[in-house]
């Protein structure tokens, strides 16, 4: 296991129908991150689902922390917390104006790939009232005695938290690993047809095309806009940024990958 945990970059283009792109980057917090860190937890910290930690906490353990940033804005945030032989993931906040996009995904997916390319096998969060959204994601409720000792001595048993673990990630993104820590699902509506996303096609339109739904494309990389197809629900990642507009509610095919589970009009 490696002394240090890296601390990797990873920038996605995203988008969810349209010429609006979001351009969302995971990286290691700084220490001018920390006001935002803690004004993005004190929702949560208010309906019980943090423990409340003081903005010098978000400073002085800056080291241990990540962020995703959207046009320069800190919009999401966790940590890691190591042991000998363990490492858990804890404060997973989004700005709620961001939750429909899927960085919350984005991110815990991202942290699974920082713990697996330090060497560690297995990640643990403890939680009150996000077990089921964990749960999506693969992690699994255990039981604590296991646990170190300087873990155990941490617990609140009046708070009631859970532990759940799962096995941590290797992947190139954040979003390239979502296919490894639940199934996500493309449903072609005027098909008929819904199917587990195949993370070994490198883009919706040859997943279209291994499944016989009949699409249209000439370039396949982004600039000739034949592909544009309606986004009825859910969210993509582009390889590259579009160099054409794909029309309203519609993304490009040739070049996206999913970021949540989606359903197009093919």
């Known amino acids: 296991m490696s002394d240090e945990i890296k601390r990797p970059r990873f920038d996605v283009i995203m988008s969810q129908g349209g010429a609006e792109i979001i351009d969302a980057t995971f990286r290691s917090a700084r220490s001018g991150d920390a006001t935002a860190m803690y004004e993005l937890s004190k929702p949560f910290v208010a309906t019980g689902g943090l423990i409340a930690r003081d903005l010098e906490l978000f400073d002085t353990d800056v080291e241990e922390l990540y962020v995703v940033e959207i046009d320069r804005k800190v919009v ?9 032989d363990l490492a858990e993931i804890f404060n997973v906040v989004v700005d709620a104006r961001w939750q429909s996009l899927g960085i919350g995904r984005f991110l815990l997916a991202s942290m699974l790939i920082v713990l697996e390319s330090a060497g560690f096998a297995d990640a643990v969060v403890f939680t009150k009232t996000t077990r089921d959204w964990f749960a999506r994601y693969g992690f699994v409720p255990m039981d604590p005695a296991p646990l170190p000792a300087g873990r155990l001595a941490m617990l609140d048993p009046e708070r ?15 979003i390239d690993a979502l296919a490894g820590i639940t199934e996500l699902r493309v449903r072609f509506e005027r098909s008929g047809l819904e199917v587990v996303w195949d993370s070994g096609c490198d883009s919706l339109l040859f997943f279209a095309e291994k499944h016989d739904i009949e699409t249209a494309s000439l370039c396949q990389g982004g600039v000739c806009g034949t592909c544009s197809s ?8 582009y390889h590259v940024r579009p160099e054409v507009d794909p029309g309203d509610g519609s993304i490009l095919l040739c070049i996206s990958r999913p970021a949540a589970n989606l359903v197009l009009d093919l």
Do not use: H
Not at 77 to 84: D, E, K, L, N, P
Not at 160 to 174: H, L, N, Q, W, Y
Not at 230 to 237: D, W
């Open 76 to 84: 999401a945030c966790a940590g890691i917390r190591r042991f000998t």
């Open 160 to 174: 009631k938290s859970i532990p759940m673990v799962r096995p941590t990630v290797r992947a190139e993104d954040g």
């Open 230 to 237: 309606p986004l009825k629900q859910g969210t993509v990642s």
